[in-house]
């Protein structure tokens, strides 16, 4: 049982990683040149730390893991967070349609076609250039931008400011998200949450789909009845 009925919804808010488009690759291979650069240790751990948080949080990380992160002023990090960007966005630059995860576009054409507003609320600033690579700029006529945000997620900020953008209230909108971090911002922002992937990491989501393909409008409301 969700917060509230199927039929209260007005708003989708989407993250995009993980949601849309899969640039977790991108990001990974980009931050691993740099780690490997800063002569840090890259693990697995390490790898899953940096999902869904933000560029210069993610770069801590990388520094904290090599015992390094007193090595540097914040003019440096700055320039290494920027180094990592500007690798990523040569990788991004190579996206296409064909990298939209699967059910997406008939789930945006279906939301587009019943009339609900959409947003995008994701921590990188590279949304509205993947979003072009993938031809959906047209879909997503609201994006939060990261650099309005005092805090990254799991705090509620992103998702409020989504629904803010979209005039609707948070009750009345559901944020999609693929990462324990962003499903507990949804919650917090009084939106209802819909987690896609594994059940475990997922759990406090209100509805959940094993993968994109599974989520339809149809099935979020069988799961909400």
Not at 4 to 20: A, P, R, T, Y
Not at 145 to 165: C, F, H
Not at 181 to 201: F, K, P, Q
């Amino acid at each position: 049982m969700t917060k509230v009925s199927f039929e209260q919804i007005k708003g989708f808010v989407f993250d995009l990683d993980g949601v849309i488009t899969d640039t977790s690759l991108y990001h990974t291979k980009a931050w691993h040149q740099l780690a490997d650069k800063l002569d840090v240790t890259w693990s697995k751990e390490l790898e899953d730390g940096l999902k869904g948080i933000s560029r210069m949080d993610s770069l801590e990380m990388i520094l904290k893991a090599g015992h390094k992160e007193n090595d540097y002023t914040y003019d440096e990090k700055v320039a290494l967070a920027t180094e990592k960007n500007t690798n990523y966005v040569n990788e991004i630059s190579k996206m296409t349609p064909e990298n939209i995860l699967p059910g997406i576009k008939a789930f945006l054409d279906d939301l587009r076609a019943n009339g609900y507003q959409i947003a995008l609320a994701s921590a990188s600033k590279n949304g509205p250039t993947v979003l072009k690579n993938l031809e959906l700029t047209d879909y997503f006529p609201k994006i939060v931008d990261p650099a309005s945000l005092s805090k990254g997620k799991p705090d509620p900020e992103i998702y409020t400011k989504g629904a803010e953008l979209l005039g609707l209230a948070p009750e009345t909108c559901i944020g999609v998200e693929d990462a324990a971090a962003g499903i507990e911002a949804i919650n917090a922002a009084n939106e209802v949450s819909v987690g896609i992937g594994d059940a475990t990491l997922l759990k406090d989501a209100d509805v959940r789909f094993d993968n994109t393909a599974e989520m339809t409008l149809a099935n979020i409301k069988k799961a909400m009845a």
